[in-house]
Structure formats: structure tokens, C-alpha cells
């Protein structure tokens, strides 16, 4: 297959996924307990899958992420994570925004898809140490976000979708992991720099978790 035409196949897959994605936000049970005293009022989840045309809203970006996995992975064997992640990196990031919230039930059932994912595709390729490398990636990334939630400013949510895109981001090797890792670093510390600009001493909640993603997808770039 054609580099465009893999591109075109992901783009239309991950705009379908995105599409689809506040009919499960809709549905999703609602976190227990309150919100903490510094964070915003919680809005349910229900009443942000009701926002005008997010359905596009969702599918768009979601589309663009997939067309430009499938256009720069060199294996397109490994395509099937970055699919998942690109349709649901707009949903996780309008959610984060909003409520600063990764839900959980969104989360978890995106590692185990990633492991799957990541496994039929070593299956595919006759190569078990993507696998190992997946491995790797996942302890890797997952312990740096661990270790930088017990100093800093991390949600236990972003510390649970670090170790998504650990299994992600493994395989493609050390460089593009590294990077990966840097690239949410530099675009969170921008943004919170951005929106805490004129507000010193007071404390701003801030939603990590699209930076990272994003950061995810541009170390694909390199």
C-alpha cells in the first residue's frame, strides 16, 4: 500500500472513532466523590457530550492525527495504537479542559487496546522485541510521569495516560520515545506559563493531558 492511501485509511477510521466519541462520553458514569476545593465546578460528563456539532468537532482532529500517523510511521504494522490514540486524543482533550479529568473508564480500556494493538502487530511482523521495546516504554514513561506526580503538579490521570503512550511510543525506539516525552513536556510548560501569565500566586489547574498526547504525535515528526 501506497503511503497516501495508508494515510487516507487511518485519517477515515480515526474521524469515524472521534465521530462517535461523545455517544460514549454520554454514557460514561460519573467520577465518585468531590472536586477538589482549587478545581473548577464539575460538569457531568453527559452535559459536555451535549455541546453543538461536537461530533465534527471530534472527527476533524481526530482525522488529521490519523492521516499523520499513517503518513510518517515506518511500520504500518504498528498503526493500530496511533489510530486509537489520534480518535481519542480530541474527546480526553475536551474533557481535561473542561473538567480536568481523564476519565478513568476511557483510560484503561485504551491500554489494553494498546497492548492488543501493539501485540497483533509484533504478531504481523514476525518480531517479538517490539514487544520487549513496548515494555520498556511503558515502565519507562509511566515511572518519569509516576515519580513527576509525586513532585509536581501530574494528576494520577496523566500519570495513567503516560503509560498509554509508553506502549506507543516503545517500539518506534529510544529517540522518538525520548522525544515524545520532551515535546509534552515543552508544549505543557508553554501553555502553563500562558495561563498562569498575570495570575502569580494563585493556584490554576492545569490540563496536561492533551499536551502530552500531542507531544506523542509530534515526535512522529522526526
Given at each position: ?19 462517535f466519541s461523545p455517544k460514549l462520553l454520554a454514557h460514561l458514569p460519573e ?129 495513567r495516560l503516560s503509560a498509554v503512550l509508553g506502549v506507543a511510543l516503545g ?52
Amino acid at each position: 500500500m501506497t503511503t497516501a492511501l495508508i494515510a487516507a485509511m487511518a485519517a477515515l477510521v480515526a474521524g469515524l472513532l472521534g465521530a462517535f466519541s461523545p455517544k460514549l462520553l454520554a454514557h460514561l458514569p460519573e467520577p465518585a466523590g468531590e472536586p477538589e476545593p482549587d478545581m473548577p465546578p464539575k460538569i457531568a460528563y453527559a452535559e459536555l457530550a451535549k455541546a453543538p456539532g461536537l461530533w465534527w468537532k471530534m472527527a476533524v482532529p481526530a482525522a488529521a492525527l490519523g492521516a499523520v500517523a499513517g503518513a510518517l510511521l515506518e511500520h504500518w504494522e504498528l498503526l493500530g495504537v496511533w489510530i486509537l490514540l489520534a480518535a481519542a486524543t480530541p474527546v480526553l482533550a475536551w474533557v481535561d479542559w473542561k473538567v480536568h479529568l481523564l476519565p478513568f473508564l476511557i483510560v484503561a480500556p485504551l491500554y489494553l487496546l494498546s497492548w492488543l494493538f501493539t501485540g497483533v502487530g509484533a504478531l504481523v511482523l514476525r518480531d517479538p522485541s517490539v514487544l520487549l521495546h513496548a515494555l520498556w516504554g511503558n515502565l519507562a514513561i509511566f515511572g518519569f510521569y509516576f515519580l513527576a506526580g509525586l513532585v509536581g503538579p501530574m494528576g494520577y490521570g496523566d500519570v495513567r495516560l503516560s503509560a498509554v503512550l509508553g506502549v506507543a511510543l516503545g517500539p518506534l525506539g529510544f529517540i522518538t520515545a525520548f522525544y515524545g516525552v520532551f515535546f509534552g513536556l515543552i508544549i505543557g510548560a508553554v501553555a502553563g506559563v500562558v495561563l498562569v501569565r498575570g495570575q502569580l500566586g494563585k493556584k490554576i489547574p492545569i490540563a496536561f493531558g492533551p499536551y502530552l498526547l500531542l507531544g506523542a504525535f509530534a515526535a512522529l515528526l522526526l
